[in-house]
């Protein structure tokens, strides 16, 4: 066909059942992300056919825009599991691009469509993570949006789209730790490839569907289903319909404007698990979906946004941590700091990291996905400063964790992170390599610059505005003259390494923020060679915009 028209919509509608059918127990098989409770597959298959059910039981004229927007509000009212709530997103991306008053689709308009189809998907998801469904999307809306599309059929789009979306499949396990620990594709791409692949059938008129791999590359064949008495209760599905969201004005009756009440629902459920989804029909209707171990706080934060029904709660019967398919991926380390810099520099490591903004705390959500996403039993969590630290100290107990061996190692300052992550070894026993990251990081002693925003009463003395103060473990110790430039910077600098080099100190590591002189690392380099040779100093860029250099002395 070289057009999609509501007749083909129907079509493709029962080649999604049938497909998902047949793939349903495979798909069930590879889910091990978030939580491998073995579900993927049925939570799709529940949900394209309650789609499908209700553009059956609805008489749609020949306006493929309305035909899409039925099958659209049939997933949102059926969506099982973060990947239904997906897939229902994905075709209310369709309906929308589509609109009302349009026959059919051709070429260039199903690229669009599925262009659209990302976008809202996407935006559903609190916290879109790589290497699962999201990203094998996000492929074929890259791959159909170049120029090659312009001239294309509507059936030449949808072999590209499900092509690309099986190349997006097989990177998968590359993208998430968790995957190429199972050695498995992820569970919800491969089910939107055979989405995919059924609308590429009805198009070309083909009868069967292409066969693809479930495993990643020297992955294994399956992940083995665990016997029932085996699994626990990892923590709670909560998924809700949400109509009658309440108005963005005057929410709270104080005759103002309050924030989005669905961006408020979204904070509130990301801290109380992962797997946030609110996903809407287009037509008012919310299905909310979130992995908690509080069922009640889930609701209510549905009653503060509007009017939650159909709530349906079920337990997460997770089982237990598969067998790793390559040796050493039983455990993980992993850090959260401020700044992408400074995370571009560990994740050079190998290490996964969260970056979160200067001043900012991660919600629950983003530590579950950072600890979860490993696919390991055994994590040790390396944050970078104090209230990292505290905020990695509160998810080590989540519920959504039970089943995993959660150590923070505590860190005042990321200088003390790249202290632990030097002497991190993968041979050692786990234990053993805990000890010595944790000894590494308690070790190292943190300095640091900063400019005073305000004046200000120390130990010290007085700071006035726009004083260098020299900080170590956290105590001002100097007040030198601003402004900071980089003869200020570089005395009040060697002034604190002094303090800190007098107690004893071979390693000084220096990570720079964006307000440090150019060269003042090199510059650095040179005095210390000259009056402290025994020294020896490394140097990155931070991107720090709180403090002007960070300082450690090991």
Do not use: F
Request: hydrophobic share 50%.
């Amino acid at each position: 066909m070289a057009r999609v028209d509501a007749a083909a919509v129907a079509k493709w509608a029962d080649a999604c059942v049938r497909s998902l059918d047949v793939l349903c127990a495979d798909i069930n098989g590879i889910n091990v992300y978030p939580v491998a409770d073995s579900d993927t597959g049925s939570n799709l298959l529940y949900t394209v056919t309650g789609a499908r059910d209700a553009l059956r039981a609805e008489t749609v004229s020949a306006d493929v825009g309305a035909a899409l927007g039925v099958l659209a509000r049939g997933a949102v009212r059926a969506a099982r599991g973060n990947s239904g709530v997906i897939l229902s997103q994905v075709l209310r991306g369709l309906a929308e691009s589509a609109g009302p008053g349009r026959e059919s689709l051709d070429g260039p308009a199903l690229a669009d469509a599925l262009t659209r189809a990302d976008s809202v998907a996407t935006a559903a998801v609190a916290r879109p993570v790589e290497g699962t469904m999201l990203t094998v999307l996000h492929a074929v809306s890259v791959t159909v949006s170049e120029p090659s599309a312009a001239a294309a059929t509507a059936a030449e789009v949808a072999a590209t789209a499900a092509a690309a979306a099986a190349t997006a499949l097989e990177r998968t396990p590359a993208q998430l730790p968790v995957l190429a620990s199972a050695g498995v594709v992820d569970a919800g791409g491969r089910g939107l490839l055979a989405v995919l692949d059924a609308l590429v059938c009805v198009l070309t008129g083909r009868t069967t569907e292409p066969q693809h791999t479930l495993t990643a590359p020297r992955g294994m064949a399956n992940v083995p289903a665990a016997p029932l008495e085996l699994m626990t209760v990892q923590a709670w599905e909560v998924m809700y319909l949400l109509d009658g969201v309440n108005s963005l004005d005057d929410v709270n009756g104080t005759g103002g404007t309050a924030p989005d009440p669905l961006a408020r629902l979204r904070a509130a459920l990301s801290e109380l698990g992962d797997s946030v989804t609110v996903a809407g029909d287009g037509a008012g209707s919310y299905a909310v979906h979130v992995h908690c171990g509080d069922i009640g706080a889930a609701i209510e934060a549905g009653l503060s946004a509007g009017r939650p029904h159909r709530i349906r709660v079920e337990p997460l019967l997770a089982h237990p941590p598969p067998e790793p398919a390559e040796p050493g991926r039983d455990r993980a380390v992993v850090a959260v700091v401020h700044g992408d810099e400074l995370a571009a520099l560990i994740h050079a490591e190998g290490v996964r990291v969260l970056a979160v903004g200067t001043g900012e705390v991660p919600n629950a959500e983003e530590l579950l996905g950072l600890i979860t996403g490993t696919g390991a039993a055994h994590v040790t969590v390396l944050p970078g400063g104090m209230e990292l630290t505290a905020a990695a100290d509160r998810i080590a107990g989540h519920a959504m964790l039970e089943e995993r061996d959660i150590v923070v190692v505590p860190c005042a300052s990321p200088v003390q992170v790249l202290a632990a992550l030097a002497v991190h070894d993968i041979a050692r026993r786990t234990n053993d390599d805990v000890v010595a990251m944790a000894e590494a990081a308690a070790a190292t002693r943190r300095g640091e610059l900063r400019v005073a925003d305000s004046e200000a009463i120390t130990w010290v003395g007085r700071a006035h505005t726009g004083d260098v103060l020299g900080l170590v473990d956290g105590e001002v110790q100097l007040i030198g003259p601003g402004p900071a430039t980089a003869d200020n910077v570089l005395a009040a600098a060697m002034d604190v390494l002094g303090r800190m080099l007098d107690l004893g100190g071979e390693l000084v590591t220096v990570l720079t923020g964006t307000a440090a002189p150019p060269d003042i690392g090199a510059v650095l380099g040179l005095r210390l060679r000259a009056e402290r040779p025994e020294v020896e100093l490394v140097c990155y860029s931070s991107g720090a915009t709180d403090a002007v250099l960070l300082i450690g002395v090991e």
